[in-house]
């Protein structure tokens, strides 16, 4: 195992834990304590975690790991999830895509989709984003045009924000707009952690016809720092079936239509 293996597997369990021990996690990874010492120093370094006397824990509420130390998290729930959202994407659409690790999984699974693989002039989708991972990702199929807007790039999300990328966006017309969230309430409505990227998330939910957010159950039922929209600006929730009944109920009579998966 490499040392950017032995980094990825060690975030990727700090994600999952909240907090590591030095031996346990040398255990894990098959090496020494002395090892998984001097890695959790480096990474301290990095301001990746927090260094503890026998071991590491995440930052405080203040803090976000980049996205490709959270892709880890909620792995299958997500899977299903996405694989619902781009199911929901008709064919010719213009669709929509915030940044986030679901959103990325959304990506993957629109370019998986056979019937999307046209072999004519046209796009079988035009895919609006303002996020770096995701435009890359799909910018090699040549069944997408891809739309990305300008601005100023988050090291945290690959998501471009700022003055630039809502010019750019509110130009634009979406069918579908595909959000991700780090919290979503019955009362409160969509929200994530930084206003910057809200403001994008909501610029492009304005933009669009039909507003999708892709969300697993641990987000939901909660809030965050800054709002996209309420509820009823929302037309579908895809989650997975570990959605408590009362909050999907709550949902529902806010007008969103939801759907476990």
Same mark, same amino acid.
């Given at each position: 195992?490499?040392?950017?293996?032995?980094?990825?597997?060690?975030?990727?369990?700090?994600?999952?834990?909240?907090?590591?021990?030095?031996?346990?996690?040398?255990? &894990?990874? $098959? #090496?020494?304590? *002395?090892?998984?010492?001097?890695?959790?120093?480096? /990474? @301290?370094? =990095?301001? +990746?975690?927090?260094?503890?006397?026998?071991?590491?824990?995440?930052?405080?509420?203040?803090?976000?790991?980049?996205?490709?130390?959270?892709?880890?998290?909620?792995?299958?729930?997500?899977?299903?999830?996405?694989?619902?959202?781009?199911?929901?994407?008709?064919?010719?659409?213009?669709?929509?895509?915030?940044?986030?690790?679901?959103?990325?999984?959304?990506?993957?699974?629109?370019?998986?989709?056979?019937?999307?693989?046209?072999?004519?002039?046209?796009?079988?989708?035009?895919?609006?984003?303002?996020?770096?991972?995701?435009?890359?990702?799909?910018?090699?199929?040549?069944?997408?045009?891809?739309?990305? &807007?300008? $601005? #100023?790039?988050? *090291?945290?999300?690959?998501?471009?924000?700022?003055? /630039? @990328?809502? =010019?750019? +966006?509110?130009?634009?017309?979406?069918?579908?707009?595909?959000?991700?969230?780090?919290?979503?309430?019955?009362?409160?409505?969509?929200?994530?952690?930084?206003?910057?990227?809200?403001?994008?998330?909501?610029?492009?939910?304005?933009?669009?016809?039909?507003?999708?957010?892709?969300?697993?159950?641990?987000?939901?039922?909660?809030?965050?720092?800054?709002?996209?929209?309420?509820?009823?600006?929302?037309?579908?929730?895809?989650?997975?079936?570990?959605?408590?009944?009362?909050?999907?109920?709550?949902?529902?009579?806010?007008?969103?239509?939801?759907?476990?998966?």
């Amino acid at each position: 195992m490499t040392r950017k293996e032995r980094w990825q597997r060690l975030l990727d369990l700090l994600v999952e834990r909240g907090e590591l021990e030095v031996e346990p996690a040398a255990q &894990t990874l $098959g #090496v020494s304590a *002395a090892t998984i010492r001097r890695d959790l120093d480096q /990474l @301290a370094e =990095q301001q +990746l975690l927090v260094r503890t006397r026998g071991g590491a824990v995440v930052h405080g509420v203040s803090y976000e790991l980049p996205l490709r130390y959270r892709t880890s998290r909620r792995a299958a729930e997500k899977h299903r999830i996405s694989e619902a959202v781009a199911a929901l994407v008709v064919p010719g659409e213009v669709i929509g895509l915030t940044g986030g690790t679901t959103t990325t999984e959304v990506a993957r699974a629109l370019a998986g989709r056979q019937d999307l693989a046209s072999g004519t002039s046209t796009p079988a989708l035009t895919v609006v984003t303002n996020a770096l991972n995701i435009a890359g990702e799909l910018v090699i199929r040549p069944q997408f045009k891809i739309v990305l &807007t300008g $601005g #100023v790039a988050r *090291a945290q999300s690959y998501e471009l924000t700022g003055p /630039l @990328a809502q =010019q750019v +966006l509110g130009q634009l017309t979406v069918d579908t707009a595909i959000v991700g969230v780090d919290a979503f309430d019955p009362a409160d409505g969509a929200a994530t952690r930084h206003e910057d990227e809200a403001a994008m998330n909501r610029l492009l939910c304005e933009r669009a016809r039909r507003v999708v957010v892709a969300a697993d159950s641990s987000r939901l039922g909660a809030r965050a720092f800054a709002r996209i929209c309420p509820a009823e600006s929302v037309h579908t929730l895809v989650t997975d079936t570990g959605l408590p009944d009362p909050v999907a109920r709550s949902f529902e009579a806010a007008g969103v239509e939801v759907r476990r998966v």
